[in-house]
């Protein structure tokens, strides 16, 4: 009986003591931001980030509704959004997870904003299973290719974008990039650096 007990007990102690924080990687440092809810995925938060921070020396800032914890799923842990939409700096590198608490994000018109504004001026932006819907929620694959979460393939199109059935695809000369998941986003980051480097953009309107 003991067994299960220290098991469960670990699990606890794992998802108390090692939380999904942001890096911090000087004030000269390109920034990452990553929007970040409850019911976030803790693999599509921490892998993609983690890699653009490794590949760019970025610092890597979670943007919350409000700051402090936030419950994780899949598997289950603590994110510490440093940043609310006030406070939150200007982003190079834009990462959306999806998540199962993904629908909250439509009701919170501040951070819909600011995912709006960001998606607008950053350099790159990655969007991960249902991470593309929100970023579609906010006209931001209105007219571009996207893929995401295969369940949501009808609601992406509603919401205006071309829907591709692959693990990956890119718009905007390789500045937007959709994933199905957190393996293929990560299999597309080098890529999405390189095109953001060196391809000439404007903003959107």
Partial sequence: MKLPWRRAD????????????G?????????????VYRGVSSAEVETPAARLAERLGATVALVGAETGPLHAVEPARSV????DPVSAPPVDYLVVPGGLGWKQVLDDLSLRDWLGATARD??????ISTGSLLLASVGRLTG???????LAEDDLAAL???VETGRTAADDMGRVVTASGVLAAVST????????QWSEWLPES
């Fill in 160 to 162: 205006g974008a071309v």
């Fill in 122 to 127: 950053a350099r790159g932006i990655l969007a």
């Fill in 189 to 196: 980051i080098d890529e999405l650096i390189e095109s953001a």
């Fill in 23 to 35: 890096i911090d990687a000087g004030s000269e440092a390109l920034v990452v931001g990553v929007l």
């Fill in 10 to 21: 670990r699990a606890r102690k794992a998802w108390e003591l090692d939380p999904i924080r």
């Fill in 80 to 83: 510490i959004a440093g940043f």
């Fill in 144 to 150: 571009k290719h996207a893929t995401g979460h295969w």
